[in-house]
């Protein structure tokens, strides 16, 4: 138990020192980087488009932009495209006037003039209808538009931040999305990366989790054995980091000990392994590479995922210690103490 806590500790201390934003928590390069240029563009007035897929955490980047951003008082309001029909989606963003159609029984007004003097995040931009894009490129280009049913021009203070998690250059070359509407909206582009391809942040995210759930829950869960984070850190995540998060919740409810057991995650036979036949994960993410290299990214990626600890990352990787630490003197780096 003693144990167990003083590595709960190290990974809170981590988790702490490293720079973040808000929820978006990650020591991945590619995590630094974004979240590098989310503290340099946080206060700017510039529209920003976030890529990512399904799952990365997109709306919590938007929130926390907000949250860093002069605008933090003012409101914050969220619009999914996709989630909408074309005869409403006009309405939901710009507001109507009463008698405009049928069942508009008075004024309403729409999400743009909800987040005056904040932000507004569009999610799956890419499923606006070309009719409404043209309305969206003219609020964008003159911060003014006309409710549904109305001739009055209304002006707000609004920044956009839009997300999406499909290819829009290939959009607008098919013609399903204005090219002038992309570059609008593509002044700050964000790109989050899946959590496959940041693997060492699943341990800092599962303990993040882990702290939440389990302070929520009222549990004593300390962290997770060996096993439970060697099939954490392994597994490709094709939800990514909402999967992640689903996954430690499920298992800290279900948890009757200081520590969670692999067999405590969904799917722990099958769905926490490495996908497809041996070695296809790493030809996906490494092709070209040789057997020597992809052993040293092996053994880089899990030291960095528990914190430089050889005797760890020994364990989670199914070899001796002293094999780690030959390595590490072979490839001439110093080993943590």
């Known amino acids: 138990k003693a144990k167990l806590s003083a590595e709960a500790a190290e990974l809170r201390e981590r988790l702490e020192e490293r720079y973040s934003i808000g929820e978006i928590i990650g020591d991945h390069p590619s995590m630094q980087r974004l979240l590098k240029t989310m503290a340099q563009v946080a206060n700017s007035r510039a529209t920003v488009l976030i890529h990512g897929e399904t ?25 999914n495209c996709a989630a909408l029909a074309e005869s409403l989606l006009e309405s939901e963003l710009f507001g109507h006037e009463r008698g405009s159609f049928t069942g508009a029984t008075g004024r309403r007004e729409g999400r743009f003039e909800q987040a005056d003097g904040g932000t507004l995040f569009l999610d799956e931009v890419s499923e606006i209808p070309l009719s409404i894009q043209v309305k969206l490129l003219r609020f964008l280009q003159e911060r003014e538009f006309e409710r549904v049913g109305s001739n009055e021009t209304v002006r707000v203070d609004v920044r956009v931040v839009a997300a999406t998690n499909r290819d829009l250059t ?62 954490l850190v392994s597994h490709s995540w094709p939800g990514n980091v909402r999967e992640l998060e689903n996954a430690v919740e499920r298992a800290v409810v279900l948890c009757h000990s200081t520590e969670i057991d692999a067999e405590l995650l969904p799917g722990s036979s099958e769905g926490m392994r490495p996908k497809g036949k041996t070695g296809e994960a790493l030809d996906l993410m490494f092709p070209g590479t040789t057997l020597a290299e992809l052993e040293r990214i092996a053994i880089e990626k899990t030291l960095a995922a528990v ?11 199914g070899v001796s210690r002293r094999k780690i630490q030959y390595r590490l003197k072979e490839w001439a780096i110093e080993e943590e103490e």
């Open 170 to 231: 290939q959009l607008v070359e098919d013609g399903d999305f204005r090219e002038d509407l992309f570059y609008r909206l593509n002044v700050i582009s964000l790109e989050v990366p899946p959590l496959r391809r940041r693997s060492s942040d699943v341990p800092l995210l599962a303990m993040h989790f882990l702290r939440r759930f389990a302070r929520d829950n009222d549990r004593e869960i300390l962290g997770f054995t060996p096993d439970a984070m060697r099939a």
């Open 55 to 79: 799952g990365t955490g997109k709306e919590l980047i938007a929130a926390a932009l907000h949250q860093h951003s002069k605008r933090k008082n003012g409101p914050f309001v969220r619009l």
């Open 307 to 317: 914190g430089g600890s050889t005797a760890k990352a020994a364990e989670i990787l």
